[in-house]
Antibody, heavy 121, light 106 residues
Framework: QVQLVESGGGVVQPGRSLRLSCAAS????????MHWVRQAPGKGLEWVAV????????YYAESVKDRFTISRDNSQNTLYLEMNNLRAEDTAVYYC??????????????WGQGTMVTVSS | IQLTQSPSFLSASIGDRVTITCRAS??????LAWYQQKPGKAPKLLIY???TLQSDVPSRFSGSGSGTEFTLTISSLQPEDFATYSC?????????FGQGTKLEIK
């Protein structure tokens, strides 16, 4: 069935880096734009980044721009989020989500179960 | 683009009709979606393009609006509907969510 599975979360010290992965299955991964969304404990949802179906364009929330990098490997059906210079305020559950299409301006249809990232010394 | 949901908290009873509003800081056409989220779970898409019901979502859910004002209506609350609801704008390349509305049992 259609599925997204995140991995790579954990506890990391401020200023360090972490890479999240999202393994896709059950659909043609290369046809769809992909997003990262996060949710701090007890807070609302925050969009983080998007990458188009072919990786040609990427966009980031201001809060993570220049620190986070979204990428994808369509041959491996995998989405990534490289997070550098992590801050305490980056502590959250990170979800990957599949768009309704390969482009922007479409809702996020399929979500993973999330992976927790805790930034703490 | 900022999205402001109202109310932030809503207390209602089984069978009630409830409406949640999402206001955008600028015109976003119909590029708005609604999500339901239960504790410890990923969000679930209910409505996209402001008023299109996602497949397998019960017909008691409906969405309306365009431009800057949008509503999510649940026509007759069921026990499984008590959750947090969030709107999402996808008009901009930089998407944003509303702050969420927590729907609780009265």
């Amino acid at each position: 069935q259609v599925q997204l599975v995140e991995s790579g979360g954990g506890v990391v010290q401020p200023g360090r880096s972490l890479r999240l992965s999202c393994a896709a299955s059950g659909f043609i991964f290369s046809n769809f734009a992909m997003h990262w969304v996060r949710q701090a404990p007890g807070k609302g949802l925050e969009w983080v980044a998007v990458i188009l179906f072919d990786g040609s364009n990427k966009y980031y929330a201001e809060s993570v721009k220049d620190r986070f990098t979204i990428s994808r490997d369509n041959s491996q059906n995998t989405l990534y989020l490289e997070m550098n210079n992590l801050r305490a305020e980056d502590t959250a559950v990170y979800y990957c989500a599949r768009s309704l299409s390969g482009w922007l301006h479409d809702a996020f249809e399929i979500w993973g179960q999330g992976t927790m990232v805790t930034v703490s010394s | 683009i900022q999205l402001t949901q109202s109310p932030s908290f809503l207390s209602a009873s089984i069978g009630d009709r409830v409406t949640i509003t999402c206001r955008a800081s600028q015109d976003i056409r119909s590029d708005l979606a609604w999500y339901q989220q239960k504790p410890g779970k990923a969000p679930k898409l209910l409505i996209y393009a402001a008023s299109t019901l996602q497949s397998d979502v019960p017909s008691r859910f409906s969405g309306s609006g365009s431009g800057t004002e949008f509503t999510l209506t649940i026509s007759s609350l069921q026990p499984e509907d008590f959750a947090t609801y969030s709107c999402l704008q996808v008009f901009s390349s930089l998407c944003t969510f509303g702050q969420g509305t927590k729907l609780e049992i009265k």
